[in-house]
């Protein structure tokens, strides 16, 4: 049997060291052209087992993307990933999806991988919106596109949803149904959809004269579990709120939990909207009113923006381009007058 050749049989062919290989295999730059080309061809002519990403380095492309997600679990980023994958496979393109689980380190090293694999592209919906851990992918010069969180410091394109508008308009619905006493479950407020749907939520109160009670206010992480530690805390405290705002899909259904476990009854005894509307939420009894988003839109939009940088589109400037798709209120029976 063949012996499959390996990285020294490479740095051998093109007499050249194993770490210079090693750069030009992994797109580390710092390598000349001519020694690049000599490699390559070594490469392609041991078919050493990275030989696609050598071929892929004469063509310049993989055709292939990265995608990282925080949390596969999310239906929201499912419809994302659905509609990008769509678009992506319309151009031949085909995509490498990973989850972060909301960590800086496990997305540190997934974009190791993804450079390491020749990736044309990344779009990311980031654990940490300062985005220092991207740096390595600005450097290997990867277009990259941000969904849902914004990379603040780096200027490249991203894909938002109206998070204030949305937020302000559930907030404006409750307070339109005769409540005052309003409490909210907000997410993380280094992110971008946590800081934004709080924001419009104080908007809405400000705007009406309400108050702000500090033990209305819940911290929660976009998860499950603090949704329902939230809604049970609301329960206990010294006056309860008549309505909840809850600011993300998975919080909202911990929330829900909560409240059927403590028989707080909705629509009854609690008002209730969450943001990003759920298949479930027609199944639970008083329907969930929701604020809903177009997310397969997300992911088209995503790509196509990925896809111009790319193809290194003349006609796309230089400067980061910024989608902000708005949201709407679906009106169900979860909150109902409070006289």
């Not at 070594?42 to 892929?56: F, G, M, P, Q």
């Not at 308009?169 to 993380?188: C, F, Y």
């Not at 209305?216 to 206990?236: H, N, P, Q, V």
């Not at 909202?252 to 209730?272: D, M, P, R, T, Y």
Request: net charge positive; proline share 3%.
């Amino acid at each position: 049997m063949k012996k499959k050749p390996t990285i020294e049989d490479v740095a051998k062919a093109a007499n050249v060291s194993v770490a210079t290989v090693s750069r030009v295999v992994n797109r580390q730059g710092g390598v000349r052209k001519a020694t690049e080309e000599r490699i390559v061809r070594a490469i392609d002519e041991l078919n050493y087992v990275r030989s696609a990403i050598a071929r892929s380095m004469v063509r310049k492309e993989t055709k292939t993307i990265g995608v990282i997600i925080p949390d596969f679990t999310n239906p929201f980023f499912s419809e994302v990933i659905s509609g990008l994958q769509k678009s992506a496979l319309g151009q031949n393109y085909f995509t490498l999806i990973s989850s972060s689980n909301e960590s800086k380190m496990i997305e540190s090293e997934i974009i190791q991988h993804y450079i390491e694999r020749g990736v044309d592209g990344l779009v990311v919906t980031t654990a940490d919106e300062k985005g220092d851990h991207l740096d390595p992918v600005i450097k290997a010069g990867i277009p990259i596109v941000a969904v849902d969180r914004q990379l603040k410091n780096y200027e490249v394109d991203t894909v938002l949803t109206g998070n204030r508008e949305g937020a302000y308009e559930a907030v404006k619905h409750l307070i339109s149904r005769g409540h005052t006493d309003i409490a909210i479950i907000r997410g993380p407020q280094g992110t971008t959809p946590g800081l934004e749907r709080y924001r419009g939520f104080e908007r809405a109160m400000k705007e009406y004269d309400l108050p702000i009670r500090e033990e209305w206010i819940g911290e929660g992480d976009f998860m499950e579990g603090s949704g329902f530690a939230c809604a049970k805390r609301f329960y206990e405290a010294s006056k309860r709120p008549t309505a909840i705002f809850s600011s993300n899909n998975k919080m909202s259904i911990g929330a829900v939990k909560a409240l059927q476990h403590l028989n707080w009854k909705i629509a009854e005894e609690i008002a209730f909207v969450g943001f990003d509307d759920i298949e479930i939420a027609t199944f639970i009894k008083p329907n969930l009113t929701m604020v809903s988003r177009h997310m397969r839109n997300l992911g088209e939009i995503a790509f196509q923006l990925l896809h111009d940088r790319m193809k290194n589109n003349q006609e796309v400037s230089t400067v980061k381009r910024q989608h902000i798709l708005s949201p709407f209120l679906i009106v169900r029976d979860s909150c109902q007058k409070f006289y």
